[in-house]
Structures are given as C-alpha cells and as structure tokens.
C-alpha cells in the first residue's frame, strides 16, 4: 500500500519529464483521443444503403472532375460553321440594337469639355506632328534669313565727333 | 452598328499602341471588334478557339489555389494581350508589349456603356 502511495506521489511530481515508464515510441494508437462514434441508426452486421453508396462515390466523382485541370477541355468544339452562322447572327441583331447608353455617352463626348486640360493620348504624337505649313513658308523663311543677314551686317559708321566744342 | 463600331474605335484612340479590341460570347465567337489600322486587322486576325482559350485557361488557373479570376494579362516577345472576363461577355485587347497596362484595364469601364447596348440584345 506505501508502495502504491509513493508511486503516486512521483507520478505527480514528475508528471511531463521521462520515466522509465514513459514509451519511447507514441502509439498512434493509444494517443488518440478522438473517438469514432457509431451512428445512432447503424445496425451492427448490416451493409450501407446500395443508392446511398451510389450516391457518395457520385459526389466523389464530381469533386474530383471539378478539381481536375483538363487541359482537352481547353478546345473549344464548336465548329467553323457554326462560328460563321452565329457572327450572321450577331450582326443581324447588332443592326436593330437600341443605341441607348452609347448615344448618351457619345452626345456628352460632343459636348465642350468643362476643363481646358484633356486627356490626349501619345503627346509626342501630336508634338512631332507636321504641321499644315503655308505655301508661301519658304519664301517668308528666305525673307527671314536676309533680314537677319542684313540686321547682323549693319553697324554704325564714324563720320565726325557727336558732341562738338563751340 | 456603326455607332458602335465608332465607340469602339474612339475608346481604341484613348490607349497608345493599343491595336485591337474584341467583343466576343464565351466561345470567342466575335460580336464587334475595331483595329487601329489595316496592319492589325491583319494581323490579329484571330481565330476563335484563341479567344475562348484565354477564358478556359482562367477557369483552369482558378484551380491552382489561385481562386476565381476576372483577367488574364499575357505578355509575348512584341505584344500584350489583356483579356477581361465581363458578365456575358469576352473582351480581348491586343496591344504593343510596352503599353500602358494599367490604361488598358481602365478601358473596361470607357466600354461599360457598349457593353450595356450589347447586353440589351437577346443573343442566344
């Protein structure tokens, strides 16, 4: 009986460090605490509904092909003569569209931007433009240049003194 | 249509080298597209298995832990093409690898009046 109390006693002591008791392997098995419940409604020796089994390995499968990456399913199979009768479709019925959204957005494009500042795609587009230049260009640029030869050429001419003495 | 087409080929303006915009249903089937000159038109002429292949791929993609997603954006050696997944329909742009990216993706709300014209109509 003392015998019984001091191991109890050393049991509490060192509970959590290694004994020679303690299993070197963890059995899975004896740690496991969860337990598997039985199903109120299962009969011992009786065999799972044969439409409930068709029914789970349905689910199964549709996990699985929902899962899979199939890459023949890429392809599509609609054939080039389909593809053909149904763009003549398409542009049967674009003809009769009722074109309300865009011809409101389009009508306030029309309308003079509030800000000065818009939004104009490829600056340098329109900066390296070539501008509708006038016929007469090369001749007002040779009129330019002779002005400016002749602006550079001038200079002033000593005749006498400005300021004379009386 | 053409009123349409001319929307669509102003909202194309607003992005530099941008070169081509598709509408198209889920099978890439297109319902209007606008280029910005002959030269895309010719080359991005594209089939429609190309277009709808983006879409798959995205629903694909969404598998890989990455969840639902509404854009595909691919970049190639010369050109970007940005894909948007809009309720009913694809819209694809097509434009030079050094785009804007982000004014691309701002377009989907330029094209929401478009967008709200076409859904109007009864497509099959």
């Known amino acids: 009986m003392g015998a019984c109390c001091s191991w109890c006693k050393e049991d509490d002591t060192y509970s959590g460090v290694d004994q020679e008791r303690t299993h070197l392997l963890i059995d899975p098995a004896c740690n496991n605490t969860s337990i598997q419940r039985v199903p109120e409604d299962y009969h011992y020796g009786s065999l799972p509904k044969e439409s409930e089994e068709q029914a789970g390995l349905n689910r199964i499968l549709e996990e699985i092909s929902s899962n899979v990456i199939d890459v023949g399913a890429l392809h599509s199979c609609i054939d080039q003569q389909e593809v053909i009768e149904r763009q003549n479709l398409y542009t049967a019925k674009l003809q009769i569209v009722p074109l309300s959204s865009v011809a409101n957005t389009v009508v306030s494009l029309r309308q003079n931007p509030a800000c000065i500042l818009k939004d104009v795609p490829g600056p340098e587009r329109v900066l390296s433009k070539n501008l509708g230049l006038p016929e007469n260009y090369r001749g007002i640029m040779a009129h330019v240049n002779e002005i400016q030869r002749l602006l550079s050429s001038m200079s002033v001419e000593h005749k006498g003194d400005l300021v004379v003495q009386f | ?124």
């Open chain 2, 1 to 124: 249509m053409e009123d349409l087409r001319r929307y669509l080929e102003q909202t194309l303006n607003k992005v530099e080298g941008l070169y081509s915009i598709f509408i198209s249903d889920f099978d890439g089937v297109v319902i209007l597209k606008a280029h910005a000159n002959k030269s895309s038109e010719h080359n991005f002429n594209f089939k429609h298995s190309f277009l709808s292949e983006f879409n798959s791929a995205s629903e694909q993609a969404g598998k890989l832990e990455l969840g639902k997603n509404k854009t595909v954006i691919c970049f190639y050696t010369n050109n970007q093409v940005v894909q948007i997944n809009c309720p009913r329909f694809l819209v694809t742009f097509v434009a030079a690898e050094k785009a804007n990216t982000g004014n691309i993706l701002g377009l989907e709300k330029v094209l929401e009046p478009l967008l709200k014209d076409l859904r109007a109509i009864q497509f099959p």
